[in-house]
Nanobody
Framework: QVQLVESGGGLVQPGGSLRLSCAAS????????MGWYRQAPGTQRELVAT???????NYADSVKGRFTISRDNAKNTVYLQMNNLKPEDTAVYYC??????????????WGRGTQVTVSY
């Protein structure tokens, strides 16, 4: 079993910044891709940013130039630095990990989510 523990959400004013963190622990052989998705009320969960084990990144068009994803592979941790936040960034942010486990193969895990609210 694998656990993803997120932290760093909260309330911030438009134009402000937040940094999300997600640490993976448990039965992990290697993490293939790790990243963030978000879901606002009444909408489908959408990709925000992901990073492969080789460092290749993928961003939603709506966050390019404002958000930066990074990974610490030694700690099985992914970060999301969010700058110039906008009200439309308000959502629950979910950590995602596509990984190989010892003995059970490849599997996708999700964190429980952390709320990000951008408002005055």
């Amino acid at each position: 079993q694998v656990q993803l523990v997120e932290s760093g959400g909260g309330l911030v004013q438009p134009g402000g910044s937040l940094r999300l963190s997600c640490a993976a622990s448990g039965n992990i052989l290697t993490i293939i891709t790790m990243g963030w998705y978000r879901q606002a009320p009444g909408t489908q969960r959408e990709l925000v940013a992901t990073q492969g084990s080789g460092g290749r990144t993928n961003y939603a068009d709506s966050v390019k130039g404002r958000f930066t994803i990074s990974r610490d592979n030694a700690k099985n941790t992914v970060y999301l630095q969010m700058n110039n936040l906008k009200p439309e960034d308000t959502a629950v942010y979910y950590c995602h990990a596509d990984l190989l486990q010892i003995g059970t193969g490849r599997k996708v895990y999700w964190g429980r989510g952390t709320q990000v609210t951008v408002s005055y």
